[in-house]
């Protein structure tokens, strides 16, 4: 079946640009996560959907980090007035249920911020 | 904060050896997770093991867990060249959260 996918694989902006990154998870998958993997380093964890409630957003780095999850499905995450440390691989992944369970990762956004 | 955290950073082997990676985490835990992510992109998931279990394995992966001392380990037993990519442990957040939460990964080179 299908798994998780993102769009775009890349994206180059510029400074002060705002840009959208999409997550399709896998179907029926309640729980949604975004992560960031600056290069080399280990994943850093930015919000959580879980079913119908609130999203943990408590990994967002600033007010210009923004995610939406329409219809328990595909998710948006917004970065506002984009700055070089932005410049990273955003990961989507899902996963069945909550409680720590395996997580079905996407191939990733590449954004660089130049 | 990191939850957990993996041991060597990075480790070159030559293939047919055996690697090993630790992970040590802080606060205690559910369960614990492997994953296996090559050139910078998506994660897979290798193995999950629980906190009431000692040891798991899965074809040539051996993971163990040793609650008492917050550790974990991950051998991969006659690696291969194809093994090559970083590992990473991933252990629910602290306060019961649940939310998996990665350390910074250990880089595996197997030299054919």
């Known amino acids: 079946g299908a798994g998780v996918s993102q769009s775009p694989s890349n994206k180059v902006t510029e400074k002060g640009k705002d840009v959208e990154l999409r997550c399709d998870p896998i179907s029926g998958h309640t729980a949604l996560y975004w992560y960031r993997q600056s290069l080399g380093q280990g994943l850093e964890f930015l919000i959580y959907?879980?079913?119908?409630?609130?999203?943990?957003k408590s990994g967002l780095p600033s007010d210009r980090f923004s995610a939406e999850r329409t219809g328990g499905s595909v998710s948006t995450l917004t970065i506002q007035r984009t700055q070089q440390e932005d410049s990273a691989v955003y990961l989507c992944?899902?996963?069945?249920?909550?409680?720590?369970?395996?997580?079905?990762f996407g191939p990733g956004t590449r954004l660089t911020v130049l | 904060s990191q939850q957990g955290e993996e041991d060597p950073q990075a480790l070159s082997i030559q293939e047919g050896e055996n690697a090993t990676m630790n992970c040590s985490y802080k606060t205690s835990i559910n369960n614990l997770q492997w994953y296996r992510q090559n050139s910078g992109r998506g994660l897979v998931h290798l193995i999950l093991?629980?906190?009431?279990?000692r040891e798991k394995h899965s074809g040539r992966l051996r993971v163990t867990l040793d609650t008492s001392k917050k550790s974990s380990s991950l051998l991969i037993t006659a690696s291969r060249a194809a093994d090559t990519a970083s590992y990473f442990c991933?252990?629910?957040?602290?306060?019961?959260?649940?939310?998996?939460?990665f350390g910074r990964g250990t880089s595996l080179i197997v030299h054919p």
């Open positions: 992944a899902s996963s069945l249920l909550a409680g720590g369970n395996e997580q079905f």
């Open positions: 991933a252990t629910p957040t602290s306060g019961g959260s649940y939310i998996p939460t």
């Open positions: 093991i629980r906190s009431n279990e």
């Open positions: 959907f879980q079913g119908n409630s609130a999203p943990d």
